[in-house]
């Protein structure tokens, strides 16, 4: 089983509904992020978590919000699906302690299509 | 914010050649990895490597930090190693990265 798992992996929704993207882990990492990918491009951080009572916004958090229910847990959220939150998105997770402090682990990815 | 370049932007070889993917940055960084994204979208660790070189098989990479740049070295290509390749960086020892635009490779039997 993976480390960092996302669910679900693929989702077809139509603009204005509400999508939540779940991730859970069980590498014991304090932090979590979310990335979205576009094609062609690099991942861009939306929201982290560097622990349960911690949230902060990325680079590109417009439209979305997290919720971390749980060490283990960090879901997205996007309250009025628009066609360009089209994308791949991406959960990691980080740790500061051991021997790869720093390293980002990443989900599967979650594939998001709005109409 | 800090700027990460990476090129070539694509790259064909055919098997068994050898290539070196690089990584330019903006700013001192603490935190620097290079990813492979397979076809299927999965992101694959591959270096942890703000300083230094490291070795791991037929793959290879430095990072000369205060010139600000990262090299990612790859010998005796094979058809797996086809994919996109992330050079990624953080100003701090977390791990908020920021994404280069990737190298897309493609090994040719």
């Known amino acids: 089983d993976a480390d960092v798992t996302q669910t679900p992996r693929n989702r077809i929704t139509k603009t204005g509904k509400r999508i939540m993207l779940e991730c859970s882990q069980t590498?014991?990492?304090?932090?979590m992020y979310w990335y979205r990918q576009d094609p062609g491009l690099g991942l861009r951080l939306i929201y982290y978590?560097?622990?349960?009572?911690?949230?902060n916004k990325g680079e590109i958090s417009d439209g979305y919000s997290v919720s971390r229910q749980a060490q283990a847990k960090f879901s997205l959220s996007l309250e009025s699906a628009i066609p360009n939150q089209t994308a791949l998105y991406f959960c990691?997770?980080?740790?500061?302690?051991?021997?790869?402090?720093?390293?980002?682990?990443f989900g599967e990815g979650s594939r998001l299509t709005v109409l | 914010g800090i700027q990460v370049e990476q090129s070539p932007p694509d790259l064909i070889l055919q098997e068994g050649a050898n290539s070196t993917l690089r990584c330019n940055f903006s700013?001192?960084?603490?935190?620097l990895q290079w990813f492979h994204q397979n076809p299927w979208g999965q992101l694959i660790n591959l270096f942890y490597?703000?300083?230094g070189t490291k070795q791991n098989g037929r793959l290879s990479a430095t990072t000369v930090a205060t010139e600000r740049y990262s090299l990612l070295y790859i010998s005796s290509s094979q058809t797996t190693d086809s994919g996109v390749y992330f050079c990624?960086?953080?100003?701090?020892?977390?791990?908020?990265?920021?994404f280069g635009e990737g190298t897309q490779l493609t090994v040719n039997p």
């Open positions: 978590s560097f622990d349960v009572k911690d949230i």
């Open positions: 990624a960086v953080d100003e701090t020892s977390g791990s908020r990265l920021t």
């Open positions: 990691a997770t980080s740790d500061l302690r051991g021997r790869l402090s720093g390293e980002l682990f």
């Open positions: 700013d001192s960084v603490n935190n």
């Open positions: 590498k014991g990492h304090d932090r």
């Open positions: 490597i703000p300083s």
